[in-house]
């Protein structure tokens, strides 16, 4: 089979296939976000109710390393900026292009994590633990389920930038993408809950 | 026009403009607390989080030029986060309750070993 006929061969249904003006691939992206803004949601919103009743709750929170938190946000942004260009280059029809920016993006994500487990290791060394504090019970499960959802976009990009290397399946470069924008969003309130109000 | 030929069709915009905007915008956040002032702090910590999140939100995950009905589903969902904190910020935040009656507590007899 030639290369053009191979790529032709990758297109799936979810591609083309749509009843409500979007293909059903992003649709169902959107849907997984949605169901996500409820899980995220409940755990903010539960702890901002907590945190408003507890002032007391600021004392512990100044103990979370806010140097470390800006340069995550910081990293976050930078990676969401390769994960657009990486769209923008697999509209162009550019794979390799588009793979570049991919790898660009898990390295960024990498950077995320190293940072994080670096966060932990310390703020565990001087005591404060998941069981400490429902402060830092909020801090770890929140912060951790985020991280888990750093792991599974790393995963899934590094499985889309090895299509797209090939020029196949790049209309999952976006789909890809607009999962890690939203792992970036829930990042931009995350920083502000446990790293600024203190 | 359709959404997808709205993103056939569209130019895309600058997004390194856009992350540089974002990126001045984590300055602010940063800066707020240093004025010591609740209120300040309040406005650039969250304020400038849900401006940054509007942005990635409309110009990086492009719901600027995605169907309508996107945004509704988002916005349900959201709409549900805020029925759950109305539903449970009263028990949470006013422990000591409105209309409690404290009764006296009865202990049990201890048993009886024959």
């Known amino acids: 089979m030639s290369h053009a006929a191979d790529v032709r061969a990758h297109v799936p249904i979810a591609t083309g296939r749509s009843a409500t003006g979007i293909p059903t691939a992003r649709l169902a992206v959107w849907w997984v976000l949605a169901s996500e803004i409820v899980i995220f949601g409940g755990l903010i919103g539960s702890y901002v109710m907590l945190r408003l009743h507890h002032p007391h709750w600021a004392e512990e929170a100044s103990h979370t390393n806010t140097v470390a938190g800006a340069f995550n946000t910081f990293v976050l942004l930078t990676s969401s900026l390769a994960a657009v260009l990486a769209h923008q280059a697999a509209e162009a029809r550019n794979g390799p292009r588009a793979a570049r920016f991919l790898g660009l993006t898990i390295l960024g994500g990498l950077v995320f994590l190293m940072v994080k487990s670096f966060e932990w290791s310390n703020e565990i060394a001087h005591g404060f633990t998941i069981f400490r504090d429902v402060f830092w019970s909020y801090y770890y499960v929140t912060c951790g389920l985020h991280g888990l959802h750093v792991i599974v976009g790393m995963v899934i990009m590094g499985i889309v930038a090895a299509d797209a290397r090939r020029g196949r399946n790049l209309h999952r470069v ?16 995350l920083f502000p809950l446990f790293y600024i109000a203190k | 026009m359709s959404s997808e030929a709205v993103h056939a069709d569209r130019a895309h915009p600058s997004y390194v403009r856009i992350y540089l905007a ?20 309040l406005v650039t910590a ?4 849900i401006v ?40 949470v935040m006013l422990p000591a309750g409105q209309n409690w009656l404290h009764l006296p ?10």
């Open chain 2, 46 to 49: 969250f304020g400038i989080a």
């Open chain 1, 174 to 189: 976006e789909l890809i993408g607009i999962y890690w924008h939203f792992v970036d969003a829930v990042w931009i309130f």
């Open chain 2, 52 to 91: 940054k999140a509007t942005m990635v939100a409309a110009y990086f995950m492009h719901l600027n030029i995605e169907e309508r009905y996107v945004w509704y589903i988002l916005f349900v969902m959201l709409g549900f986060v805020l029925v759950m904190f109305a539903g449970i910020a009263p028990d």
């Open chain 2, 22 to 41: 974002l990126l001045v915008l984590l300055a602010i956040s940063l800066l707020g607390p240093m004025f010591g002032h609740p209120i300040v702090t």
């Open chain 2, 105 to 114: 507590i009865t202990p049990p007899a201890p048993p009886v070993h024959h």
